[in-house]
Nanobody, 118 residues
Framework: QVQLVESGGGLVQAGGSLRLSCAVS????????MGWYRQALGKQRDLVAI???????NYADSVKGRFTISSDNAKRTVYLQMTSLKPEDTAVYYC????????????WGQGTQVTVSS
């Protein structure tokens, strides 16, 4: 089994910053896709940011210029640095991972709550 554990969520005022971490139980070296999704109360789970093994990144339009995704293969960890947070960023943030060496499945963490107050 592949386990993903998120941390770093919390309550922050608008304009503030948070750094989320996702620890992965398997090696993330090689062909892989890591990312962050979020789900606000009563809404669907949406893509926030993705990073590949080639360090190519993609971001949702709503977070471009404010959020940065990065990964550390040695630490088996993916990060999401969030700045200039807005109340609409409030959601549960989920870590995502996929690696063909693990099999064809997508893996998800349990989620960490981010709440941005106005």
């Amino acid at each position: 089994q592949v386990q993903l554990v998120e941390s770093g969520g919390g309550l922050v005022q608008a304009g503030g910053s948070l750094r989320l971490s996702c620890a992965v139980s398997r090696s993330i070296f090689g062909a892989n896709t890591m990312g962050w999704y979020r789900q606000a109360l009563g809404k669907q789970r949406d893509l926030v940011a993705i990073i590949t093994d080639s360090f190519s990144t993609n971001y949702a339009d709503s977070v471009k210029g404010r959020f940065t995704i990065s990964s550390d293969n040695a630490k088996r960890t993916v990060y999401l640095q969030m700045t200039s947070l807005k109340p609409e960023d409030t959601a549960v943030y989920y870590c995502y991972a996929r690696n063909p060496r693990w099999g064809p499945a997508d893996y998800w963490g349990q989620g960490t709550q981010v709440t941005v107050s106005s």
